[in-house]
């Protein structure tokens, strides 16, 4: 056979086979007809009895699938209408949406069960379910008026007090020929040797001292007041930096030496000197400088919008970040009356005393500022979000259910914060999650809730 001729007979067996197919029910009864031929009892025509036969083997088991494909159609379009109104999404991943039961595709939990039209009643709430409270630690809390008292931690640095700051200057020009101090730190006791120094002026002044005073010996005030004379040079010398006693021993001496001692005349721990050995120094040219440490400054900035609570200051109390447990009050002693333009930060100091030198100029300190009181409606800081233009709570309006709300902020009291209006006592307020929620808001949303809201009259 040709390969046309056999795909000519598959494709005729197949025709043969599709109307074979169709008309099962009479070849059954054609079959039937020969086997009554084969027996002897041939008939032309289907008994009573053989109908029955013929409809208990092929009707009705076709009857009974056509019933069980209808019962089928009829119980989908049942749950699909019951079910419209439900979708289930994921709690840990919300754009996750199915409209029929399942696991999660990200993390494979199950998919909670949501209602559309639960969604739908009010478009500004977010309705959260069980576990997602629970995940997000979403916690609430009912609010009442309380006093709190309001104070503000400022950020300081210890310095030396400025009126107790010595600058010991050279009294009359020279060279320096000795320093009893050489280095940084050293404490210098008022009295104590600090330079000796070589000068021609000085020189010629001890000089004209000790001349007067022969003279006097020699010639008495027969012709010339020498009292006079001598009292006018010894002046010249006390104001030239020398003392009583270095002049009675030039008088008792009687001889100048070319090499003046030179004492402190303050007392201090040396901050600044500027000059060494073998240098020159004019009249009134620095020495070294010394600053007492038995008083110190505490210096803060405070920005223009704290100024305001420091005119109702009370108390001040100084934490040294070096000396843990130790609190010094104090009273603001000064207000830098000038504000920085460039940076709108104004300056305040603190007088605090240092006992046995506890305390050192360069360490930081925490100044913290009491400023009264008020009894009203405080939250956590964490309670309130803010971006610099508004500030917003969330409540809970019914269970498991959250809005935004615009609140106006006062004064703000360690981890507290005042609100002025907003919301009302006795209010369910989020106080733990709040950024959480407007995380999942803008995500479901698409947009802030408070976008679009008059923030006329609002103050952060």
């Not at 809390?141 to 309001?150: C, L, N, Q, R």
Request: glycine share 8%.
């Amino acid at each position: 056979m040709g390969k046309g001729q056999g795909a000519k007979g598959k494709g005729q067996w197949a025709r043969g086979k599709g109307t074979e197919n169709k008309c099962l029910v009479y070849k059954k009864i054609k079959r039937y007809k020969m086997r009554s031929k084969i027996n002897g009892t041939e008939s032309s025509k289907l008994t009573f009895g053989n109908w029955q036969l013929y409809i208990a083997n092929f009707l009705l088991p076709f009857a009974f699938c056509l019933l069980l494909i209808a019962s089928c159609k009829n119980k989908t379009e049942t749950v699909a209408t019951t079910d419209s109104d439900i979708y289930y999404t994921c709690s840990m991943d919300p754009q996750v949406v199915e409209s029929k039961p399942g696991k999660c595709p990200i993390c494979h939990m199950e998919l909670t069960a949501v209602k559309k039209s639960a969604q739908q009643e009010n478009n500004n709430e977010l309705a959260l379910s069980p576990e997602q409270m629970q995940l997000g630690n979403i916690r609430t809390d009912t609010i009442g008026k309380e006093f709190v008292g309001s104070q503000m931690v400022l950020t300081g640095t210890l310095n030396f007090d400025e009126t107790k700051v010595t600058d010991v200057s050279a009294r009359v020009g020279g060279r320096i020929e000795k320093l009893y101090f050489k280095k940084m730190g050293d404490y210098v006791s008022k009295g104590a040797p600090l330079y000796d120094i070589y000068s021609e002026e000085l020189n010629n002044a001890k000089q004209e001292y000790l001349l007067a005073l022969q003279k006097k010996a020699t010639l008495g005030n027969s012709q010339v007041n020498f009292d006079d004379i001598i009292e006018a040079a010894k002046n010249k010398l006390l104001l030239w930096g020398m003392s009583e006693q270095q002049i009675k021993n030039l008088n008792k001496d009687a001889v100048a030496n070319t090499k003046t001692t030179f004492f402190s005349t303050a007392s201090g721990y040396i901050t600044e000197l500027n000059l060494q050995e073998g240098d020159y120094v004019s009249e009134g040219g620095s020495i070294v400088k010394l600053a007492g440490l038995s008083d110190l400054w505490v210096e803060a900035q405070v920005y223009a919008t704290q100024l305001s609570q420091l005119n109702h200051a009370k108390d001040v109390a100084v934490q040294i970040a070096g000396i843990p447990g130790k609190t010094i009050p104090g009273k603001i002693t000064f207000q830098n009356p000038e504000l920085n333009p460039a940076t709108r930060i104004n300056l305040i100091r603190i007088k605090v005393p240092n006992k046995d030198n506890e305390l050192k100029p360069g360490m930081s300190a925490y100044i913290t500022v009491k400023t009264g009181g008020a009894n009203a409606l405080f939250l956590p800081s964490d309670a309130v979000l803010r971006d610099g233009k508004m500030a917003m709570v969330w409540i809970e309006t019914s269970q498991n259910k959250f809005k935004s709300v615009m609140v106006e902020t006062g004064m703000e009291s360690g981890n507290m914060i005042e609100i002025k209006s907003g919301i009302q006592p006795n209010h369910v307020v989020v106080t733990s999650g709040a950024y959480l929620l407007q995380s999942e808001y803008v995500f479901r949303k698409g947009a802030s809730p408070m976008e679009g809201m008059d923030m006329g009259g609002m103050k952060m």
